[in-house]
Each structure stands twice: as structure tokens, then as C-alpha cells.
């Protein structure tokens, strides 16, 4: 687990580890979750998760915020906590409908213990590829892509335990494909409340020919032609 940087040197206490990234953000951009954030849900990531990474041993719950994670944690470690970020969406590429592609971003934050520093970096490593192992390709619901990694990086550090945050994310299409389909905007409930189209009366008043008695050119108010058709769905 190479790095480099100024910010990768170890300092005297840390005992090996890379130095934190400096932790300057908010708890949203840190990663944990604010109250009314509308993302995906992490019911299939943490079921995900507690199948498929043995070393956790079900030791995956959802995110708490960041100063109970550096301080305390309900959960022994080595353990994880997963928590939903953001939701970037890109343009819309259709004039008359919706199709947007959004971008769910999640984290996976690593408790370790690092009383033993050379353990738990070769731990983080393990823990590492089994995320990995769980999480990329991994569909966390029938409307989303495959999962993507998106880097990592160390949060916090001391003498009893280290953070180790993991980046996630999945896509999916905002915008039904089919008029069966439920809505997901609100043109598309707007179109589902509209009356069936059943069928079409034409009534046609020509240009040409036009009674000059009453306007010339046409059309002149005269119907030359009447038809009607049902629409059979």
C-alpha cells in the first residue's frame, strides 16, 4: 500500500501509517450522512457486505457521524460503517421526456484497531480487496448499473484506532423507458393523468375550391370532408 506526497509521510506516532488527509470538510463532504438527504438506500450494500467480507465477521452497520467513529464505536473492531453521499446527475438528454443519469455516490468508512500497526495496515489491505471483491459489479438494485470503485483514502488516526474511507458509486437512469411504466417525474404523472386517446374526427375545409360568395381563396367555412377513426390499442 504504496504513497507519496507530502501528506503520506509517517509522523512519529503513527507508527508506519500514512499521515490522514487533512480533515477540513463539513460531515457531508467528510462522508456521513445529513439529516434529509434523499440517496440510495444501503439495505443491499450492508447485506452485501456482511455476506460476502468474512473478516468483518457482520460487523457492518449504517454511518454515524465522524466523533463517534475517532472516539467509540457500538460495533468491535475491525469493522465498517457505510454511508450514502450524493446524488450528481448529468443533462438531460431528450427534449420532449426525462432521461437523466444520476450517479449515487456511497462510502465505506474501516474501523481498525492499531495497537499493532504493521497487523492492522496488512488488516486494511485484506479488508480492502474483500470490498472490493463484494462491491464492484455488484448491482444494489434492478435500476442501477454495476458498482464502480472510486478511490480511498485515510480520515483519521491515533494511537487506539484508524478510519479508512472507501468510495463508491452506482448509476441509474432517472426517467421511465415505457408509458406503463411508474413515474418518476412530474410530466410523466402529468401525462398519466391525461384522458386515453381513443380516437379522431378530421373535418376538412379545402382552399381550393372556395365559393368566391363567401371568401376567396379558401377556406371559405364549407366542409368538403368529414371522416372519423377509432383508435384500437
Known sequence: MASSGADRHPTHKDAGF??????????????????GENTMKISPLIAQLRDHCPTLAG?????????????????????????????????????NVTRQTIRDRFEVTLVLDTTDATKALDLLHDLRAELWR???GFKPG????????????????????ALYRLRFYAEFQL???????????WHERELDGLS?????????????????NLQRPGPDGRLELTFSGDVTP
Open 134 to 136: 463484494a462491491l464492484v
Open 175 to 185: 426517467g421511465r423507458n415505457l408509458p406503463g411504466q411508474p413515474a418518476e417525474s
Open 142 to 161: 434492478s435500476d442501477y448499473d454495476a458498482i464502480t470503485y472510486d478511490g480511498g483514502e485515510l480520515v483519521s488516526i491515533n494511537s487506539s484506532r
Open 18 to 35: 500514512p499521515r490522514p488527509v487533512p480533515f477540513t470538510q463539513t460531515r457531508q463532504q467528510a462522508g456521513f450522512l445529513l439529516p
Open 59 to 95: 460487523r457492518v452497520a449504517a454511518g454515524i457521524d465522524l466523533e463517534t467513529l475517532q472516539a467509540n464505536t457500538p460495533l468491535s473492531t475491525p469493522c465498517a460503517y457505510v454511508v450514502p453521499m450524493a446524488d450528481p446527475a448529468g443533462a438531460n438528454v431528450a427534449q
Open 196 to 212: 386515453s386517446f381513443t380516437g379522431v374526427t378530421v373535418r376538412v375545409d379545402a382552399i381550393d375550391p372556395a365559393d368566391p
